[in-house]
């Protein structure tokens, strides 16, 4: 038993057995949100898999089970008719490098697409949703170094065992050991798998899919933001086929789906009592969430929320100073674009600093134009070609990758602010200009780059340190006030006093 | 227009590198400073190579030329299938490279990723092992390479030499050096998408 779980509002079951994924969707039944329903393929499964080499006696019977009991739910049958398809994807909440991430449409065989097709009455949908179906699938079993290669057999069951057993063996591939190696996580917790009935962000024009912010993770501010693709699944941002919109589109294009989503977001943060990230996926202007975790934050993304919750009575302002780090504190005295700023967009702060100059859309470009002025160097992506203009620019902004691409070791190497990773940033360096948000910027416009908060905004803009910031300031007062010391310290030290004594007694 | 000897690696070199001074081209070909830099100056009084910035790079002719005459190697030599398939390889390896960079770069204290100030000895010869791990997978990548274009061959001993460095105590040899272990390895995936000719 245990080896697969009900995904129930009602569960009781650990995030060691389900994976903080399952236990996340879980969390969101209970808020009453809506979840497409599924089951877990749990822990205590994939790591009787990895040591045994095959799935444990007893594995086929209650997959068998569970999947019956989807079909019962939904009214459809994996493989047959109407047709059943389903995600599958691995069961931490944070991706883990290496690791095989989600097979989209899985069930779809030659009959089932046909099926679907006639029940739709709409074969582009059916065909797209399949050829997703196939490109997931293989990217995530054909895995080269373990030879796995395997053709896609066309019966669904095979499928999902397939599917299941290729997050299982991914758990152990050296790139996810080298990450568990770094960030101190054992090597035998082993993943779940999290199944659940698709639901189709590329069925039609009122269809789509994105990420969210219950507040700005950057500045922690307290609107919501993220990112949506309208008419388009997951998959997409991965292969960068479809540009990304700021998630404020949304409000505009499908105002219920908004309401409902900022209504979702709102639920989920009181229940966290802290900033939340979810994803989601509509269909037909009906609503799914598929993931939620507490959102990752910039340190004076960090300290605003904790001061915020506190004004606003969600947490005590004990609570605020054991949220906020020293090290938090730290980031927060880095130098930052201003909030009044003009900002044109935000990616991933790969290397934190500020730095304004004109826009340089080619190495060539960054260097000639770097003999006499500050410059941003504007590119794709970067490879070697680049290193003179990146050694020559005060910036880099980049369109495709992440904190660990070439353009930002590169960066961090050379110590200069980078954004990397902005979504809808085109680079035209044969006409020499950018375009992002909808904006044409020329070459030699002036913009300015903050690599700690991950946004670039047009002219020079205003920036701010943490010194006149009154976020780090208030905090710190509420330190005093905890700690009944007001001499002269370092902020470090202010804060941990407050800490200190707040943990002593209880909390 | 016919290279002639040494032209090509030099020429290489410069497609793989981007704007690089002798020292580096000596590095990446292997041949000597004086033999290079008279290369470099036949190469640029044909109008392949120019100088600017104080660094060596081709021009757009240049480019043209290393892409004809490197799809000519690999035709004359017949191991497309073969780089092909190491290059697929390469592909899983470099995300895992990309990632120990940042990890040397970063780490996350509190949760929030930290300037590594390498004070903590035990946390690098943590990376430096993973390190040297991938290092050893890769080995059969380079000689897969190295088999089917001898060209290749020049990777492996300045990766190791590089990895070498930062383990006896240079730390600029991971990630903040021409010669880093990270610029080599760039430098190596850019020639494969050359030699290829799979556009960026």
């Not at chain 1, 609107?223 to 941002?237: E, N």
């Not at chain 1, 977001?265 to 979810?278: C, H, I, K």
């Amino acid at each position: 038993m245990n080896l697969v779980r009900p995904l129930s509002p009602l569960s009781t079951d650990s995030a060691e057995l389900v994976g903080a994924k399952a236990h996340g969707l879980m969390l969101l039944q209970r808020l009453g949100l809506p979840v497409p329903p599924g089951f877990v393929v749990t822990t205590r499964a994939c790591r009787a898999f990895l040591a045994g080499g095959r799935f444990p006696s007893g594995f086929a019977r209650e997959l068998r089970t569970a999947v019956a009991g989807l079909e019962a739910a939904t009214g459809r049958s994996l493989g047959g008719t109407p047709p059943l398809a389903v995600s599958v994807r691995s069961g931490a909440s944070v991706s883990m490098p290496g690791m095989m991430n989600t097979v989209l449409g899985l069930g779809l065989t030659t009959e089932a697409t046909a099926a679907l097709a006639a029940e739709t009455g709409d074969s582009r949908f059916a065909l797209d949703s399949r050829r997703r179906f196939l490109a997931t699938f293989a990217s995530a079993t054909n895995d080269i170094e373990t030879r796995w290669d395997r053709p896609v057999p066309d019966d669904a069951a095979r499928q999902l065992e397939l599917a299941i057993e290729a997050v299982f063996a991914s758990w152990n591939t050296p790139r996810a050991r080298t990450y568990r190696e770094l960030h101190g996580i054992a090597d035998d917790l082993g993943t779940a798998v999290v199944v659940q009935a698709m639901v189709f962000g590329n069925r039609d024009e009122h269809s789509g899919t994105g990420v969210a912010f219950s507040r700005d993770p950057g500045t922690g501010e307290n609107t919501p933001s993220g990112d949506v693709l309208f008419g388009a699944q997951g998959d997409d941002v991965v292969s960068g086929g479809t540009t990304p919109l700021p998630l404020a589109c949304l409000a505009r294009r499908e105002p219920a789906v908004w309401s409902e989503l900022l209504e979702a977001l709102r639920r989920v943060e009181a229940s966290y009592r802290e900033a939340a990230y979810v994803e989601f996926t509509y269909q037909t202007g009906e609503l799914s969430l598929l993931q939620t975790r507490r959102a990752q934050l910039t340190g004076a993304a960090a300290i605003r929320d904790a001061v915020d919750f506190a004004d606003e009575r969600l947490i005590t302002r004990s609570e605020a100073l054991l949220r906020v780090s020293p090290r938090h504190l730290d980031l927060a005295r880095t130098p930052r674009i201003a909030p009044t700023a003009d900002v044109l967009a935000s990616g991933a702060g790969a290397s934190p600093g500020v730095a304004t100059g004109m826009i340089a859309t080619t190495t060539e470009a960054a260097v000639r134009m770097s003999a006499g002025a500050e410059v941003i160097l504007a590119r794709p992506e970067t490879s070697p070609h680049d290193m003179s203009g990146l050694a020559a620019a005060a910036g880099i902004i980049t369109a495709t990758g992440g904190a660990a691409s070439h353009a930002a070791v590169v960066a961090r190497s050379l110590g200069k602010p980078a954004v990397v990773g902005i979504s809808g940033l085109v680079v035209d360096d044969t006409h020499g200009a950018i375009t992002v948000a909808g904006r044409s910027i020329q070459e030699g416009t002036i913009v300015t780059v903050d690599g700690g908060t991950g946004r670039i905004a047009l002219g020079r803009a205003p920036v701010v340190t943490g010194a006149a910031d009154a976020y780090p300031n208030r905090l710190l007062e509420w330190a005093d006030d905890v700690s009944g010391d007001r001499s002269r310290r370092d902020d470090a030290g202010r804060l941990e006093a407050a800490r200190t004594k707040i943990r002593a007694s209880g909390g | 227009m016919t290279l002639v000897e040494n032209q090509l690696p030099v020429l290489h070199a410069l497609r793989c590198g981007g704007y690089s001074g002798t020292a580096r081209v000596v590095l990446a070909t292997g041949l000597a400073e004086f033999e290079a830099e008279s290369v470099l100056i036949d190469l640029a009084s044909e109008g392949l190579v120019t100088r600017e910035f104080g660094a060596w790079g081709l021009t757009s002719a240049g480019k043209a030329a290393d892409a004809a005459r490197i799809t000519e190697e690999l035709d004359s030599a017949g191991t497309r299938a073969e780089v092909t398939a190491a290059y697929e390889r390469f592909l899983v390896l470099n995300p895992e490279l990309l990632e120990l960079c940042t990890a040397w770069q970063l780490r996350p204290v509190d949760g929030v990723p930290t300037v590594n100030d390498h004070d903590d000895s035990g946390y690098d010869e943590r990376v430096l092992a993973r390190f040297a791990d991938l290092h050893r997978r890769a080995g059969p990548v380079l000689s897969a390479l190295e088999a089917a274009l001898p060209r290749f061959g020049r990777y492996r001993p300045r990766l190791a030499g590089a990895l070498g460095r930062a383990r006896v105590g240079e730390l600029e040899y991971i990630a903040d050096d021409t010669a880093a272990y990270h610029t080599v390895w760039a430098e190596l995936h850019e020639d494969l998408l050359a030699t290829l000719g799979i556009p960026r």
